[in-house]
């Protein structure tokens, strides 16, 4: 018992880092989707071209000071922000403003296309082998009882948590992130309020590619290599979206934790104890996920959109 | 009179139509065209460019040194982005529009499978295919007869290592990770294979492909008390699977499957992957064997930018070396059927990288051998001879 115990512990530790990460690719198309309604599917790309421009800016620096010191990687990171919200708004330039007024479909194809060129695009710079990315945090742990838990997996946590904290804060506490929803519910009358619109939903891609900026940064280590395709776990944490309630932020965190979670222990412990669920380990999130949409269709924190006629 | 020289000419060209056979796809006087299907812009897309660069490699000095029979060897490559549909797509456009006379390394387990009934169907050989998947050899399935593997299948290696882990020590626990697709399909087999034939019981954890966490499957293996094992995965699974182990303070033996042979391996993994075992159905590029000493001499020869360089580079090279064997005994006036049968005489022929070739009509395996080589001090090491 003790033994089923500490291999659920230990596996949801790791599985709470992973779904971290999912969460922060989620909060990053809940950022877009509050403001605009439209599904950004290149986030994972957004993601990955962070975790480039960071190794890009690690390896340059430490191959002109020699060493990797705590220094680099705090002026790696502040110079990968910076890049960061400079991408968001070029692509505020020319994804969002061109195709405010387009349908739905134009704009959701539109970053679609993104992301495909993104990854080109960077194969192409950085070349198609892997690379090997430089983490401060090293391979250290810490033990608590019998659980053991990594630096990074920590770090991880803390920065979901706090990301998600200033967001839910700014939206539902500051003048912007309320103009922020005012846009996503009625863009026409948001306008006729003095809203800036086209300011409020520029900002909103600023913040979600220094979401998945600081995403890329924090898994890249926990990956080992840094390839192109870390892109497509952009599509693992669209599920994590869906099942905390597409357009929460608190959802997001919490879609996405559940999802890690299942998916460590599933794999884990819990196959190693009930043959069973080893057959089915595949299937399990998604059942999770039709399971909490037949009981919540919006999702586990979504809100009901009811439209007055 | 005119009737007689009619006849004649009538005659003279009957005589010229038997002595020329019906054209052979992709033969002419001066050239030989073979089609090639890779992975240029999807999941495998590191090795795309690599591989048949390091064939081209190989074809350029052959081609200078007068060709294949007076032939100049030339490559189609085709990008099926890792996809079963996409590769009928290019093997079809290869075969029937560019009229290639052979598809050669075509990558990846399911595309390789995926393209069988159309080589049944136009009798087009596929030399080498890039894939250790112990189904390529198979002679039952479609195009069994037309496919030339050159790599010791999965299944084989898995085999390999449970006799040298039980070799090392007889009362091992041996447990193992594998993919959960056609990969690790045959991985499993060649696990169930060395249950049977030892005796032993393995103890097996699934990962999907693309999993980024193996603190389930290292702490089952924990639980299950395996000392020695197996990872049947690619770059990335290795190193995360011996890293999870180091931060859970678990130290087993750790092996690999032949996709693990990469030296990021070693990079990535530091400390917790000092003494990982790896698999190899060939010499290493940087060894001396003869096919790499002639390797690296051309790689100076030509000016291979160095990035290119390296085990996926060699292997396109090695690879096509079996290809110019094969094309060289199909004789002067090559043809498909003859393609086959001239590659069917390879009887322990040293390529000077791979195991000594051996196939015939009941045996496209070729070889059934690997080198292990070992992770010390960082470096990878030959610890090995050929074992099988």
């Known amino acids: ?309 | 009179m005119k009737i007689k020289t009619g006849l004649l000419v009538i005659l003279g060209l009957l005589f010229i139509g038997c002595g020329k056979q019906a054209p052979v796809p992709g033969v002419t006087d001066t050239e030989i065209l073979i089609g090639n299907i890779q992975d240029l812009s999807g999941p495998m897309k590191e090795l795309g460019a690599v591989l048949p660069a390091g064939s081209r490699l190989y074809f350029r000095y052959i081609n200078e040194k007068g060709g294949v029979h007076g032939r100049q060897i030339k490559m189609l490559v085709e990008d099926h982005q890792y996809n079963p549909q996409k590769a009928v797509v290019a093997a079809k456009k290869l075969i029937e529009k560019d009229q290639v006379f052979c598809l050669f390394q075509v990558i990846g387990t399911s595309t390789c499978e995926a393209i069988r009934p159309l080589l049944a169907e136009s009798g087009t050989p596929l030399i080498a295919p890039a894939t250790q998947s112990g189904t390529m050899s198979d002679l039952s399935r479609p195009a069994g007869d037309l496919i030339f593997h050159t790599d010791t299948g999965y299944d084989k290696q898995t085999n390999i290592l449970v006799d040298y882990i039980l070799k090392q020590d007889a009362n091992a626990k041996i447990g193992l990770i594998y993919q959960d697709d056609d990969y690790g399909q045959n991985v499993l087999k060649g696990a169930a294979e060395a249950e049977d034939r030892t005796g032993v019981s393995i103890q097996k954890e699934a990962f999907q492909r693309g999993a980024t966490d193996f603190t389930g499957q290292v702490g089952n293996l924990i639980k299950g008390g395996a000392n020695h094992v197996i990872i049947a995965g690619v770059v990335k699974e290795p190193i995360i699977v011996m890293k999870t182990a180091e931060k859970m303070g678990y130290s087993p033996q750790f092996y690999g499957t032949s996709p693990t042979m990469d030296h990021r391996v070693a990079l990535a993994a530091g400390p917790a992957g000092e003494g990982f075992i790896a698999a190899n159905f060939a010499h290493l590029w940087n060894s001396d064997a003869p096919a790499a000493v002639q390797y690296r001499e051309l790689c100076e020869k030509y000016e291979v930018p160095e990035a290119y360089m390296g085990m996926y580079h060699f292997y396109g090279f090695i690879t096509a070396k079996v290809l110019v064997e094969g094309l060289e005994r199909a004789g002067k006036n090559p043809t498909r059927k003859r393609l086959v049968k001239g590659l069917e005489t390879l009887n322990k022929w040293d390529s000077g990288a791979f195991p000594p070739i051996t196939y015939s009509s009941k045996d496209h395996a070729g070889t059934e051998s690997v080198i292990l080589v070992q992770v010390k001090d960082g470096v990878q090491t030959v610890i090995t001879d050929w074992v099988d």
């Open chain 1, 1 to 309: 018992m003790t033994d089923l115990i500490n291999g659920l512990l230990q596996e949801s530790i790791s599985g709470i880092a992973l779904g971290c990460i999912y969460a922060l690719i989620a909060l990053g198309f809940t950022l877009i989707y509050k403001a605009t309604e439209v599904v950004n599917f290149a986030q994972g790309e957004l993601m990955m071209v962070g975790a480039y421009v960071n190794f890009f800016f690690v390896t340059t620096f430490v191959s002109s000071a020699g060493e990797p010191t705590l220094w680099i990687f705090i002026i790696a990171l502040v110079g990968s922000i910076i890049f960061a919200l400079a991408f968001g708004w070029i692509l505020d330039l020319i994804i969002n403003r061109p195709l405010k007024d387009a349908p739905i479909f134009s704009v959701i194809m539109a970053t679609i296309s993104l992301s495909i060129i993104l990854r080109a695009i960077v194969a192409m710079i950085a070349g198609p082998m892997s690379l090997l990315p430089v983490s401060p945090f090293g391979n250290d742990v810490i033990h608590i009882g019998s659980v053991v838990i990594s630096i990074l997996d920590l770090f991880i946590i803390g920065s979901a948590v706090i990301l998600v904290l200033m967001f839910y804060y700014f939206f539902h506490k500051t003048r912007w992130g309320i103009a922020t929803q005012a846009t996503s519910e009625d863009p026409i009358a948001a306008q006729l309020m003095g809203i800036p619109v086209n300011r409020v939903r520029g900002l909103v891609w600023v913040f979600s590619a220094l979401v998945a900026t600081i995403a890329g940064i924090l898994l890249a280590p926990r990956l080992s290599l840094l390839d192109t395709s870390m892109g497509f776990l952009g599509l693992k944490a669209f599920p994590a979206a869906v099942l905390g309630g597409f357009g929460s932020i608190g959802g997001a965190i919490v879609g996405g934790i559940i999802l890690g979670v299942i998916e460590t222990i599933s794999i884990g412990t819990l196959s190693f104890h009930f043959q069973w669920i080893k057959e089915i380990n595949d299937i399990i999130v998604w059942i999770v996920l039709i399971a909490v949409l037949m009981v919540k269709p919006d999702g586990l924190f979504g809100v009901e959109k009811v439209k007055k006629v």
